[in-house]
């Protein structure tokens, strides 16, 4: 059974870089041919796909998130990192990591239970 866990710091500032972790357990992040996928879901709205990386360490950005986000990956303690930089207020969502095959936005068999971020001053 795989097992995600997204962990942070707290509350971040505005214009700050967010930081936050998954990790794995139950399977390794380099297995062929899963993706780890972070997805954020703001307040009152829908979710959005915000990146992916893949088994060999490739990444894959969110168009309208690419100049800000940056995903990678430590091999040897199985997480995966999702760095956002220059927060706002319509950056507050919880936020889930999860696998699919694809490195798209559909077909998850795994997320995490999410962590709240919040931006304040």
């Known amino acids: 059974q795989v097992q995600l866990q997204e962990s942070g710091p707290g509350p971040v500032k505005p214009s700050q870089t967010l930081s936050l972790t998954c990790a794995v357990s139950?399977?390794?992040?380099?297995?062929?041919?899963?993706?780890w996928t972070w997805i954020r879901q703001p307040p009152g709205k829908g979710l959005e796909w915000m990146g992916a990386?893949?088994?060999?360490?490739?990444?894959f950005y969110s168009p309208s998130l690419t100049s800000r986000t940056s995903i990678s990956r430590d091999t040897f303690k199985n997480q995966i990192t999702l760095q956002l930089s220059s927060v706002t207020p319509e950056d507050i969502a919880v936020y889930y990591c999860?696998?699919?095959?694809?490195?798209?936005?559909?077909?998850?068999?795994?997320w995490g239970q999410g962590t709240q971020v919040t931006v304040s001053s």
């Open positions: 990386i893949g088994y060999s360490g490739n990444t």
């Open positions: 999860a696998r699919n095959q694809n490195g798209l936005a559909e077909g998850f068999d795994y």
């Open positions: 139950g399977g390794s992040i380099t297995t062929s041919y899963y993706y």
